[in-house]
């Protein structure tokens, strides 16, 4: 969408998927290899860059190959983001993995989206490319994301629940050391089933990640899927 309003400059180059229904991971594979700069980024369709995006990341590549800014809401005055600095492989999923719309990466180093997973590939995508590769953080939204009600590709909180769950099972090894992780993984699964009114199932996910790490903000979590299962049930 929105390709037609760019069609007469003559530096960007089109390319189809072929087909509608490849998902996300695919479409930025056919960009990965139409690329031909020093430099790679990403932009969904529905979001927006400021003015400045690229050439604040550009202004602090020697620091580290892989580049992140910040990103805000479009109708907020300011973001907010992690601040992820050096070898982050062993942290990358303990939170919120940056947007890909507010990452500059060196093409040289970046790698493919994996296409068997359409729900969370950028996170699987994140945790390969933190594995090789430093990172540096600029403190400055420079990415603009818009709020959706409806459903988007891969959007649904069961296709993200069971994904972030099969992400647990492909990379148990990862996980097995990184117990924040898991739990933090786990919770996400949580919230996705609470999404989509699967109560049991998101108070047995909540409980699994206040096993992982017992923290006060999981016991809460979980007290609120309690409680909304029980009002169901009224």
Same mark, same amino acid.
């Not at 430099?39 to 202004?59: I, M, Q, S």
């Not at 919120?96 to 699987?124: C, K, M, N, Q, Y």
């Not at 769950?165 to 996400?188: I, Q, S, T």
């Given at each position: 969408?929105? &390709?037609?309003?760019?069609?007469?400059?003559?530096?960007?180059?089109?390319?189809?998927?072929?087909?509608?229904?490849?998902?996300?991971?695919? @479409?930025?594979?056919?960009?990965?290899?139409?690329?031909?700069?020093?430099?790679?980024?990403?932009?969904?369709?529905?979001? $927006?860059?400021? %003015?400045?995006?690229?050439?604040? @990341?550009?202004?602090?590549? =020697?620091?580290?190959?892989?580049?992140?800014?910040?990103?805000?809401?479009?109708?907020?005055?300011?973001?907010?983001?992690?601040?992820?600095?050096?070898?982050?492989?062993?942290?990358?999923?303990?939170?919120?993995?940056?947007? /890909?719309?507010?990452?500059?990466?060196?093409?040289?180093?970046?790698?493919?989206?994996?296409?068997?997973?359409?729900?969370?590939?950028?996170?699987?995508?994140? $945790?390969?490319?933190?594995? #090789? &590769?430093?990172?540096?953080?600029? %403190?400055?939204?420079?990415? !603009?994301?818009? &709020?959706?009600?409806?459903?988007?590709?891969?959007?649904?909180?069961? =296709?993200?629940?069971?994904?972030? $769950?099969? /992400?647990?099972?492909?990379? @148990?090894?990862?996980?097995?050391?990184?117990?924040? @992780?898991? +739990?933090?993984? /786990?919770?996400?699964?949580?919230?996705?089933? /609470?999404?989509?009114?699967?109560?049991?199932?998101?108070?047995? $996910?909540?409980? #699994?990640?206040?096993?992982?790490?017992?923290? %006060?903000? #999981?016991?809460?979590? !979980? +007290?609120?899927?309690?409680?909304? =299962?029980?009002?169901?049930?009224?």
């Amino acid at each position: 969408p929105g &390709c037609d309003d760019l069609s007469d400059d003559d530096r960007v180059v089109t390319r189809s998927t072929g087909s509608s229904r490849r998902g996300p991971a695919a @479409a930025r594979n056919v960009g990965l290899a139409t690329a031909s700069g020093t430099h790679v980024a990403f932009l969904d369709d529905d979001d $927006l860059w400021e %003015p400045n995006r690229l050439a604040t @990341a550009l202004a602090t590549f =020697e620091t580290a190959p892989v580049v992140v800014t910040w990103s805000r809401f479009v109708n907020e005055a300011s973001g907010s983001g992690r601040s992820l600095n050096g070898d982050v492989s062993e942290v990358i999923l303990d939170g919120l993995t940056p947007s /890909l719309g507010a990452v500059l990466v060196e093409r040289e180093v970046v790698p493919g989206f994996d296409e068997e997973w359409h729900a969370i590939e950028d996170v699987e995508w994140w $945790l390969r490319l933190a594995g #090789s &590769c430093s990172v540096t953080t600029v %403190p400055v939204a420079t990415h !603009l994301v818009r &709020c959706h009600d409806g459903r988007r590709w891969g959007n649904s909180g069961t =296709e993200r629940m069971t994904e972030n $769950l099969r /992400l647990l099972e492909v990379y @148990a090894d990862y996980f097995d050391r990184n117990p924040r @992780a898991r +739990a933090f993984r /786990l919770r996400r699964a949580g919230f996705y089933a /609470l999404a989509d009114g699967e109560f049991a199932q998101a108070r047995t $996910l909540l409980w #699994s990640s206040l096993v992982a790490r017992p923290t %006060p903000k #999981s016991l809460w979590h !979980l +007290a609120r899927a309690s409680t909304r =299962e029980l009002a169901q049930r009224w």
